[in-house]
């Protein structure tokens, strides 16, 4: 019986070892996890909760599946951030409804924060607006907001996730401001016509 309690103090990457030698330790994992990918997800599709939860334990096997192929000079979060994201536009597509984006009351004063708009979002008619705007935006844009926003994902690390020159992260960071703050506009003008 593995004592989940000493895995606070293990490293991802003393996990991953772990779970290779025992596969009740992925479990450590899993439980670390968890809650930050299901956010994750939630976010870039607008599935509900149960439909999020399927998708990441999709996310969970392929991740104990695939351990053997980790690199341990990358970071674990960076990778399976990557699985995740991954399985979730999969999941969209097989869906097949444009997805929007699923905002709790935390993540909109953490994105009204990052866009200098904390004074207009004081009630739950902007909140929706900015759900609605995030959910307009291109899946490129969106993305990187929400990583890079709610998930508070470095250059480098949302790079990793999604497979892209950091140069190109930036650039899609800037312009998906710009854009969102563009739809944000536009629905706050036509709310008040």
């Not at 290779?20 to 599709?45: A, G, P, T, V």
């Not at 999020?52 to 970071?75: C, M, P, R, W």
């Not at 709610?150 to 190109?168: A, N, Q, R």
Request: proline share 1%; with cysteine; net charge negative.
């Amino acid at each position: 019986m593995i004592d989940h309690s000493s895995c606070r103090e293990k490293t991802d990457v003393e996990l991953v070892g772990m779970s290779l030698e025992n596969s009740d330790h992925f479990l450590c994992l899993s439980n670390r996890y968890e809650d930050k990918l299901l956010r994750y997800i939630m976010r870039i599709s607008k599935f509900s909760r149960e439909d999020a939860s399927d998708v990441l334990q999709d996310v969970f096997i392929k991740t104990y599946f695939n351990l053997n192929g980790f690199d341990k000079e990358l970071q674990f979060s960076s990778w399976v951030y990557r699985i995740a994201h991954n399985e979730t536009i999969s999941a969209i597509r097989k869906k097949v409804a444009r997805p929007s984006v699923n905002l709790d009351v935390g993540d909109i004063e953490k994105f009204g924060e990052s866009f200098d708009m904390t004074k207009e979002i004081d009630n739950t008619f902007d909140r929706k607006m900015i759900d609605e705007a995030l959910s307009r935006l291109d899946e490129k844009y969106r993305e990187v907001l929400v990583l890079r926003f709610l998930d508070e994902k470095d250059y480098v690390e949302i790079s990793d996730i999604l497979k892209k020159p950091v140069s190109t992260v930036g650039n899609l960071i800037l312009r998906g401001k710009k854009l969102f703050r563009e739809e944000y506009e536009k629905l706050t003008i036509n709310a008040k016509s």
